[in-house]
């Protein structure tokens, strides 16, 4: 038998276990909790295993400000693939672990929240002992546990779609987790703006509420995630540089990201290096990733607030800190007001898992698409897309024209399109060349006066197409495709023009603008019919088509130098009208059953613009064409080696030494003498 002063030892010890066991964990930061509990699941990343903050240095800042005491609201603004989703598990990890609440993770569609309750929530439930413990796995019976719907000791969390307003509104949550939020629709279901219904529900938990957004940024119009940063503290995080120490926000220009070319003009990715806005030393790769780990022994792990502020009766950008990060007044040394809302921006150049060589090239493969380009802009920069207006100025463009004619085109060009307009009394038609990497010359813009209810003006519209272009390297290039509009009072003279040359690649077509449902291609897969003849009809996405064209617009070309996309105009022949035409056009976001739709409008009622709309059918001609054919006839071998059967049968072969053909005079059905060049609108 044990003695009394043993089995009262041993009441003690089991006494000091169970309070042991039933005692709160202590206090962490989120940065604390998911270096010590986080574990990272097989399927999710090519880096299993124990979190590591310090292996993403950046993403201190907005970790450490969930426990900033007075702070309510966190909106990251942030490229793809380095913290976004990876935090938003830490912190529903946190609360379920750490401090027991009501969690709300909202994803774009129902779809896409059940989808990241399986593939990404899941695995990291199983992969990490103290969730585990606490979250019963989904397959068990009767544990109140499904795919969307999880229940651990004093707290519930929920994984719903912002397209799903009964979820959005119902029971009220302290923590708000919102992925993706400029995907999120406008509105949700006719109960308003989702992120707002969701949030909403936070509310009665005051200064205990933790609401958290994490998105890329879209367009500079319709970016939630923007709008949502700019209404933060906008923190950004500033690196010292590894040579002269001068501290600085990573900004993507062509003064701090540089690299070499060789002798050929070819880029040179490997040999980039990021350059210090202070002393202008150029950083090694090493020296970059140096420059970020140090992160990690500043006090305020580089994280400043940013956003101007009211002080002592005036105006104060930020310039200095206290150890935290907090702006301070200059003048009387106070901290700067702060209503709660901390806002963070990280771009790939923040990055220890993407080299600057990689991101160097994603930026050189965005040069070919307007949409890459987007992209990088909204994906690695994390920065809203903004429309380039000041190269659109129409004498900015006029003022970039170049010597040549059709009867001169630059060697560069592969092949020839057009696009024409159709108006009650004209035809007006734009001739575009194109070379290497989709680079454009406009060739020529004729405007055909008559009656086009009468046969006459489209014989002449006939005789234009077969007119050939003229390079300066001897070839001769007539139209490979065109693309007419054939909306308006006058489609049945369309199709019937497009009906006997279709074995030309002349269609008929109509604009389509985007709509709530999204952009539209371009060129579209296929054609529809019409309801009476049955002829072919393309719809050109003339949205997008305009969005691409003043991308290309915002392209200064250099003399000499090969531009991919850039728009090249001749010297003589086009007015100043014509540039004015091509630029009538802004985009303007609108607002269609709760969906913002980008679309381009006339910036003045009653303005004309003929040849945008020319520009536009030509640029979905040349979509029309294969693809391969650019590079078929952008061929290496000598002119004199090849043969019929390797170039396109509209392009015709003439001696260099042939003379050039005169320009003709056209007449008008009245019998007026008119330009065959350039100057129709002079």
Same mark, same amino acid.
């Given at each position: ?413 592969? +092949?020839?399109?057009? !696009?024409? =307009? @159709?108006?009650? #009394?004209? %035809?007006? $038609? ?106 072919? +009809?393309?719809?050109? !996405?003339? =949205? @997008?088509?305009? #969005?691409? %064209?003043? $991308? ?131």
């Amino acid at each position: 038998m044990p003695s009394q002063s043993m089995e009262n030892t041993l009441k003690l010890r089991l006494r000091k276990a169970r309070a042991e066991a039933l005692r709160p964990p202590p206090k962490l930061s989120l940065v604390e909790w998911a270096d010590a509990y986080r574990v990272i699941a097989k399927q999710n990343s090519a880096n299993p295993g124990e979190w590591k903050t310090s292996r993403v240095p950046v993403a201190y800042g907005p970790m450490l400000a969930l426990t900033e005491p007075d702070t309510q609201v966190i909106s990251m603004m942030a490229c793809t693939q380095i913290i976004k989703s990876e935090m938003l598990i830490n912190i529903a990890g946190y609360f379920i672990h750490q401090d027991p609440a009501s969690i709300l993770f909202v994803q774009p569609t129902q779809k896409l929240a059940e989808s990241f309750s399986k593939e990404r929530f899941a695995p990291t439930r199983d992969a990490t002992p103290v969730l585990r413990a606490l979250v019963p796995d989904a397959k068990s019976r009767d544990s109140g546990v499904t795919i969307t719907h999880k229940e651990y000791p004093g707290g519930t969390l929920d994984f719903v779609g912002a397209n799903s307003p009964v979820d959005l509104a119902s029971r009220p949550k302290r923590v708000t987790l919102a992925d993706e939020i400029d995907l999120y629709p406008a509105d949700a279901g006719g109960m308003g703006d989702p992120l707002s219904l969701a949030e909403e529900r936070s509310s009665t938990f005051k200064k205990r509420r933790k609401n958290v957004r994490a998105c890329s940024p879209s367009d500079e119009a319709s970016s939630r995630i923007y709008r949502e940063y700019l209404a933060s503290d906008q923190r950004r995080c500033f690196v010292a540089c590894p040579h002269c120490g001068h501290e600085q926000i990573l900004r993507w220009s062509k003064e701090t990201v540089l690299w070499d070319k060789d002798a050929n003009g070819n880029h040179l990715p490997d040999t980039v290096r990021y350059h210090c806005e202070g002393c202008g030393a150029g950083w090694s790769e090493a020296e970059r990733l140096r420059a970020l780990r140090g992160l990690v022994h500043a006090s305020d792990r580089g994280w400043r607030q940013t956003r101007p502020f009211k002080c002592c009766g005036e105006e104060h950008i930020p310039s200095e800190w206290n150890e935290a990060g907090r702006a301070l007044c200059p003048t009387c040394g106070n901290r700067a007001p702060y209503g709660g809302h901390a806002g963070f921006h990280v771009s790939k150049l923040y990055s220890t898992r993407h080299d600057l060589a990689d991101v160097v090239r994603e930026w050189l493969g965005a040069q070919k698409s307007p949409d890459k380009l987007r992209k990088f802009v909204n994906t690695a920069l994390a920065d809203v897309w903004k429309e380039r207006v000041d190269a659109l100025d129409p004498r900015a463009l006029a003022g970039r024209r170049e010597a040549y004619t059709h009867e001169s085109a630059p060697e560069e060009v592969r +092949l020839v399109v057009f !696009g024409a =307009d @159709t108006q009650d #009394d004209r %035809l007006e $038609a734009t001739f575009l060349g194109y070379g290497d990497d989709e680079e454009v010359w406009v060739l020529r813009h004729e405007v055909l006066f008559g009656d086009t209810a009468k046969k006459s003006v489209w014989d002449e519209l006939d005789a234009l197409v077969r007119e050939p272009v003229y390079t300066v390297d001897g070839r001769m290039l007539v139209p490979q495709a065109g693309c007419i509009d054939s909306q308006g009072h006058r489609g049945e003279m369309v199709h019937a023009f497009c009906r006997e040359r279709k074995n030309r690649r002349i269609f008929a077509t109509m604009g389509r603008g985007n709509d709530e449902r999204g952009s539209k291609l371009i060129w579209p897969k296929s054609a529809s019919r019409t309801k009476n003849s049955g002829d072919k +009809l393309y719809a050109i !996405g003339v =949205d @997008t088509a305009k #969005d691409a %064209l003043f $991308a290309s617009l915002a392209i200064i070309p250099q003399e000499g130098e090969p531009a991919p996309r850039a728009v090249h105009f001749p010297q003589d022949g086009l007015s100043s009208d014509y540039f004015v035409q091509l630029t009538a056009e802004h985009a303007v976001t609108r607002w269609k059953n709760g969906v913002p739709v980008r679309k381009w409008e006339v910036k003045e009622q009653g303005a004309r613009n003929e040849a945008l709309d020319c520009f536009v059918y030509a640029m979905a001609a040349r979509l029309s064409l294969p693809t391969k054919l650019n590079k078929r006839l952008a061929a290496s071998r000598p002119r004199h080696h090849l043969r019929r059967s390797d170039v396109s049968p509209d392009v015709i072969e003439i001696p260099p030494t042939a003379p050039t053909p005169e320009p003709v005079l056209r007449k008008s059905a009245a019998g007026n003498p008119r330009r065959g060049r350039w100057g129709a609108y002079t």
